[in-house]
């Protein structure tokens, strides 16, 4: 007898029980996927045939104050990774890296900074141009993930022409998107880092817009399903003139030395007619993401062409630092127009002797501007004493920041008896008055400090704050920009007087002879001011029309020897783009 039998129902129990088992299985393992991760999964759907793209939106362009302009945007080809689409990184990347010209390295970076948002295409390189999109079209079944954006790009029309005003864009770093991360900025945004760009980011920058697309199997697209454009950053105006700072620029570039700087500024307002700062750098470069070689380039040239020797560098003044020495001795009443001095060549002072160019004799004061003569000021330098020199060099503006709204202005030094020794570690002599008095020693200014001191002579004694925003829009209307006055009364108006006679007579007969123009009339002060560091820097400081005056010019020439040889000619080609015709017709009407 069998004992192993099992009677057939008990069998098909057993089957039944499997089989519900089964089933219940299968109906549980659908309720995880359309129930639990139901959600889920139909989220990964959506990004499967639905893409979304930020629009990115073009920057305000910048105009001249004629409206002509200056910085506009222009579309341009992106290659951007979508990193959900990137399944097979260690083939594609490499490959892209070929076509682009850029390490597999850095793509793996960008993307790896961007984890956070990964629905969002990474920016690989920028511009790329029409040949780079031909051959990523041809090659697009090897890079899945790799898409075409089209990106307005900004465009600075004359290259490096006013780069230290507009400054330039870069990819914002963590601590700014950490800053900024609430108003919309993300990753691989690019943002103002110097100039006009960074100080009026939140004007210029528009609001991105978003195009979502339905896209097929290979990620082509098949139709719009919503678009919000992107909302243009407005457009604001500068003070900048655009014909006066090409006058500067080319002047710069055609002078001896590669170095230099040119201030030109309305002395009635304060506005910023041209500020030119050589060697300088090409915008556009950063615009697309200058590449870290390029970077590097640019920051080890010894001549530092990203430094804005305007305003961000201090430098000897040389004799343009006379206008004060000459203000200070007429208001203390030590010297009138007819103040004579006799300058034998040298200035004796114990044992030490102060050299001069040549022997004059016996000479007036305003013969002493009208020549530069260092005898004459040797000797009121020493009567007036370091606190006084320094109290009226402070007064007019120098050792100070201006308050300019351009990016890394520095203050430059003055030194006196009560700051030396803090600031050299040196006690003061009476040879450092006589050494100040012709802008040399320890004295240190910038351009614009010396554009705003002359500006202040100009305007009868009104010390104003230099700016270059001239109109933007805010709250839906128009707003100008209005001066803002920093001191008034600064001079007694006899000794302004005697100072501009004095500035005049320098152009008319002395050292800015260079500048001495027929259509209309200008007063100024050269300067050479020897240096530690190579040869004299040249200078000049003028106005016009000497009677009515609404132009100021510094021009300063690293290393550029005499100012009434290399920093004169800069002028002139500024006042002549100015004044191209009779004195009566002004650059314009209303400046």
């Known amino acids: 007898m069998r004992t192993d039998y099992v009677p057939p129902f008990r069998r098909l129990r057993v089957l039944n029980t499997i089989i519900v088992a089964l089933f219940g299985l299968l109906v549980a393992r659908l309720w995880q996927l359309q129930v639990w991760h139901g959600a889920h999964y139909l989220r990964q759907s959506e990004e499967n045939r639905i893409r979304d793209y930020i629009l990115t939106a073009p920057r305000g362009v910048i105009y001249d104050r004629h409206g002509r302009p200056l910085v506009s945007n222009r579309p341009a080809f992106t290659v951007a990774i979508l990193p959900l689409e ?58 899945p993930g790799v898409v075409i954006l089209v990106e307005p790009v900004r465009h600075y029309l004359y290259g490096p022409m006013a780069a230290h005003v507009f400054g330039y864009l870069g990819e914002i770093n963590e601590e700014e998107l950490r800053e900024r991360r609430d108003r919309g900025y993300r990753p691989g945004d690019l943002v103002g880092k110097a100039g006009v760009e960074r100080v009026y980011e939140s004007v210029l920058r528009g609001v991105d817009g978003r195009l979502r697309m339905e896209v097929d199997a290979l990620g082509r697209p098949l139709r719009v399903l919503q678009r919000i454009p992107a909302v243009p950053g407005r457009p604001i105006v500068l003070t900048l003139d655009l014909t006066l700072q090409k006058a500067a620029f080319q002047g710069l570039r055609d002078g001896p030395q590669p170095s230099g700087a040119v201030v030109a500024m309305d002395p009635r307002s304060g506005e910023i007619l041209a500020l030119e700062s050589q060697p300088a750098y090409d915008p556009n470069e950063f615009a697309i993401g200058i590449t870290s070689e390029r970077w590097q380039a640019l920051t080890g040239n010894p001549l530092r062409p990203l430094l804005n020797r305007a305003l961000g560098a201090a430098f000897e003044p040389g004799s343009v630092f006379k206008i004060v020495t000459a203000v200070a001795a007429l208001e203390e009443g030590l010297v009138g127009p007819t103040t004579t001095f006799y300058a034998p060549g040298y200035y004796r002072l114990g044992r030490w002797v102060f050299r001069d160019l040549r022997a004059w004799g016996t000479v007036t004061f305003l013969q002493g501007i009208q020549n530069s003569i260092n005898v004459v000021f040797y000797t009121l330098g020493y009567r007036l004493g370091g606190e006084t020199l320094a109290a009226y060099a402070h007064k007019m503006g120098l050792g100070a920041v201006t308050g300019i709204d351009l990016t890394g202005e520095v203050s430059g030094t003055i030194p006196s008896p009560a700051t030396k020794q803090h600031l050299v570690g040196e006690p003061w002599y009476p040879g450092d008055a006589v050494n100040m008095s012709i802008g040399q020693g320890a004295v240190t200014v910038t351009p614009l400090q010396v554009a705003r001191m002359i500006a202040s002579v100009a305007n009868g004694g009104t010390l104003l704050q230099p700016h270059v925003l001239l109109q933007a829009q805010a709250g839906g209307r128009t707003v100008r920009s209005q001066p803002v006055v920093q001191r008034r009364g600064l001079y007694d108006a006899r000794a302004l007087a005697v100072l501009r006679a004095g500035l005049r007579a320098a152009v008319e007969r002395g050292t800015g002879r260079a500048t001495n123009l027929a259509q209309v009339a200008v007063a100024g002060k050269t300067g050479s001011a020897e240096n530690p560091r190579g040869k004299p820097h040249a200078w000049f400081a003028g106005y016009a029309p000497a009677d009515a005056p609404r132009l100021v010019v510094v021009a300063f020439v690293e290393h550029g020897f005499r100012g009434g040889m290399t920093a004169t000619p800069i002028v002139r080609r500024v006042m002549e783009a100015a004044f191209p015709e009779a004195p009566a017709v002004g650059p314009e009407d209303g400046r």
């Open 86 to 143: 990137l399944k097979d990184a260690a083939r594609v990347l490499p490959r892209l890296a070929q076509l682009v010209g850029m390490p597999a390295e850095e793509i793996r970076r960008r993307i790896d900074a961007h984890r956070e948002r990964p629905f969002e295409p990474v920016r690989i390189r920028r511009d790329v141009g029409a040949a780079v999109v031909a051959r990523i079209e041809e090659h697009r079944m090897e890079l």
